[in-house]
């Protein structure tokens, strides 16, 4: 082994200890409480992001400001870190990927290579075996009719950049087919096949460097408007179901060597069986309970994985309800501020915009264990 593959090794391979920084790519609300956990366990935070004001900021030790894809930025927060993790999943991935860095990143780039392109993500999936709707790729208006005549309705999504239902026009029937297209303003696309789910549902679940897998229990998510408003835990699924999600996951995990959270989505169908739609490698809004009703957070699971840690206790102590505070909802803290069981949690954002998630609540109810 030459000294240089040792010496990559050693990065690699690093844990860390208290008092070690963890970099980390974003600034957003994930990123605010990515940090919070870490200094939790006392571990330091540096966030990269554009907005020196940014919603991390509050709670990290320090901003390096400048753009995602700031390559100089980058290696210059690898020389701060004693690791490089991120907060969303449209981290740009050729600066990262030709960045000279100083330190490991954790999960690395497949993911997020995977997980930014629809196509690639449904294809990943399918050679994992795992279910998903059935769907095609649409560079043109006859890839959509082809699509169309053979899936019948569905949706057009467009290939990158969607999230919280962005991006996105239903196809009911033919007639809908040209404005479908024209919606997707001339960008790369995949049309999906109709799922007629039973519930929304997800795993919040984590992969640590040793290979090993924990998960939290299943929640289910109702969504308005593309945009998750609530999780509920316990789904109201059965065992099998939450079963074959978890295994999916961790297939999932497995296939990237991933090392952290992700948040794999799936609907689950009348007859049990589940069909995965998307995974985020990264925590996930759906995941948000864990801080109210579980031993250890998302959050804290996250940070433990890419420091190297072993997996905290998952084992969830109360029944929970997380609400999105979402644009005016805002206006509801007071009433939150007195519910009993309920633990609010802001965002630090001054301006309440329409569709922007200003906090969230979770209301717990405490069962035996
Ligand atoms: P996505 O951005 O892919 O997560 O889609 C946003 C929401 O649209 C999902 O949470 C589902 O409620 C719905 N949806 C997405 N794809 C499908 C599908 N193939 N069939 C039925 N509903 C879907």
Sequence with gaps: MSDTTAASDDVEDRVLEPGDTIGIIGGGQLGRMLAMAAARLGLRTLILDPDADCPAAATAHG?????????AALEALSRQAAVITYEFENVPVAPLDAADLSCAVRPGTQALAIAQDRASEKGFFNALGIA??????????????????ALGPGILKTRRLGYDGKGQARVRGAGDIAAAFSAMDGQPAIYEGFVGFEREVSVIAARFADGSFSAF???ENRHDAGILRQSIVPADIGPASAAAACSAARTLLDALGYVGVAGVEFFVMADGSVVANEFAPRVHNSGHWTEAACPVSQF??????????????????????????????????????ATPGAMLHLYGKAEARPGRKMGHVTVIAPHPR
């Design 63 to 71: 901003v390096v400001i400048a753009r995602h894809d700031d390559r």
């Design 217 to 219: 229990d299943v929640p």
């Design 132 to 149: 998903t709707a059935p769907w095609a790729a649409v560079d043109s208006i006859a890839d959509a009719q082809t699509a169309f005549a």
């Design 300 to 337: 804290e699971q996250h940070i433990r994985a890419v420091a190297g840690w072993t997996a905290g206790d998952t084992a969830r102590h109360s029944d929970a309800v997380m609400h999105n505070l979402v644009g005016d909802d805002v206006n509801d803290v007071p009433r939150w501020l």
